[in-house]
């Protein structure tokens, strides 16, 4: 069985302090995977995707960035934090033929 | 542009009484539609999933959900609700042949399950 893994499960940073938050998939050989992020209290908004080593796609350009070290390993990263990366950042891969996303248990992240 | 509506964003009902979390979407073609449930401080968990076929669909804990076409809706529903289904319930909606396999949510249904 596929398991997903994130870490840290939270983090309260300072502002314009860096930020690193992982996400491992295992059982899953070259995984499709995602980073979504949630503000408090609100709904979901893709960020990246990665369909192969060393290739990110953004989507919402949120000064953050992404990278696929790893056939099982996804990062989110920025140099300088803003209040507004406050949230609960959740990691994906896509099952059932790319069709499905199964989500991990997400990094909480508070920006003071 | 495809999109999700969550009319309802809280709903309250007693333990033992149905639930219905209505959800309607928006997209020119048939979409993949999902509904996921986020307990307080974790992810999101899978319930169910349509695309094609029985427009009634069976999930996880006894929920299941029915797809309209001509309503443009995939409600959830569940006969007997317990206090464990308090939670926050998205809809999605997945395009099909999707770059990068993007889900587009609802807002999300705040249920609480009094005992």
């Known amino acids: 069985a596929q398991t997903i893994h994130q870490w840290p499960v939270a983090e309260i940073k300072a502002v314009g302090s860096p930020l690193s938050l992982g996400c491992t998939i295992k059982?899953?050989?070259?995984?499709?995977l995602y980073w979504y992020w949630q503000a408090t209290g609100g709904t979901l908004q893709q960020l990246f995707y990665?369909?192969?080593?060393?290739?990110v796609e953004s989507v919402v350009q949120l000064n953050l960035s992404a990278s696929r070290p790893k056939d099982d390993q996804f990062i989110l990263s920025t140099e300088k934090l803003l209040l507004s990366h406050s949230g609960f950042y959740l990691c994906?891969?896509?099952?059932?033929?790319?069709?499905?996303?199964?989500f991990g248990e997400g990094s909480r992240l508070i920006v003071v | 542009a495809q999109s999700v509506t969550q009319p309802d964003a809280r709903v309250t009902v007693s333990e033992g009484a149905s639930l219905q979390l209505r959800c309607k979407y928006s997209?020119?073609?048939?979409?993949?539609l999902f509904w996921y449930v986020q307990y307080p401080r974790q992810g999101l968990q899978l319930l169910l999933k349509?695309?094609?076929?029985?427009?009634v669909v069976q999930g996880v804990n006894s929920f299941e959900a029915e797809f309209s076409k001509s309503n443009s809706s995939f409600h959830l529903q569940k006969a007997s609700v317990h206090w464990s289904d308090s939670a926050v319930y998205f809809c999605?909606?997945?395009?099909?042949?999707?770059?990068?396999?993007?889900?587009?949510f609802g807002i999300g249904t705040r249920v609480l399950v009094r005992p």
């Open positions: 997209y020119s073609a048939t979409p993949y």
């Open positions: 349509y695309y094609s076929g029985d427009p």
């Open positions: 990665s369909i192969t080593v060393g290739q």
């Open positions: 999605a909606l997945s395009m099909t042949n999707s770059a990068g396999n993007k889900l587009t």
């Open positions: 994906a891969w896509a099952g059932d033929s790319g069709n499905t996303l199964y």
């Open positions: 059982g899953k050989s070259s995984p499709n």
